[in-house]
């Protein structure tokens, strides 16, 4: 009896691992360039959300951090695991938990973290996580002989959302300004700006015109066409809501 309860209790711990391994899960863009996805809850749901991550000689430098505290550490086990190689530096692309949830649990652990003072200032207004630093909205990184350009094009699914560009690999963190083709609405609009969001995205696909890979914040990121897919779901948006304002028209009396 005593044996059977011991390899029941492995069996469980063995489950739990599984489950939780599956949950974190990572794949390679391209060179130093890795995507991570991790869960969080909104408005009762659980959605999944892409980030970023780029390997280089001085460590990892994160975009983005986990949007739930489950994830925060085995995000950094996971890393070390996979590249012996410590998380140096956290940058966020706007203020919303699925991106600044871990920055003070990072900031605690000797991670240099990141955001714009908009950001800053909108974190600071919802009561989120906040970064150590603050960096410029346009600003060319070097770090372990890595190169990265943070970029604000304008207001879209929030005020200060920011776009990563990474020129050896061409790569494209769009983060959630930019919506997977997978997706068939423009989801959380609570503090987005539609009226900007189409010349913002613009500004994006003129200043980075041929990315080898676009990174969505939520969903699917493989199909390049994503921009396109986000600025035809504005279109959408508009025209329905036109419709909705269009006065009704009386039919004449006979």
Known sequence: MKNLLV???????????AEHTYDLSFKRVAGNV??????GSFDGQRYAANAVYLVTKDGVVLFDTPWDKEYFQPLLDSIWQRHHEKVIMCLST?????????????????????TTRQTDSLCMLNHNPRARFIMPKDTVFHVGGEVFQ???PGPGHSADN??????????????????????????NLEDANVSEWEKSLKRV????PHPDFIIVGHEDWRNKRSIKHTLDLLSDYRKAHALLKRPLKLSQKR
């Open 150 to 152: 943070v970029y604000y």
């Open 7 to 17: 390899v029941l209790f492995c069996c469980l711990c063995f489950s739990s691992q």
């Open 205 to 208: 696909r003129r200043k980075f």
């Open 94 to 114: 706007h203020f919303h938990e699925d991106r600044t949830a871990g920055l003070t649990y990072y900031a605690a652990k000797g991670i240099k973290t990141f």
């Open 34 to 39: 890795y995507t991570y996805v991790n869960y």
């Open 162 to 187: 920011l776009v990563i560009w990474l020129p050896e690999y061409r790569v494209l963190y769009g983060g959630c300004l930019i919506k997977s083709t997978g997706a068939n609405s423009l989801g």
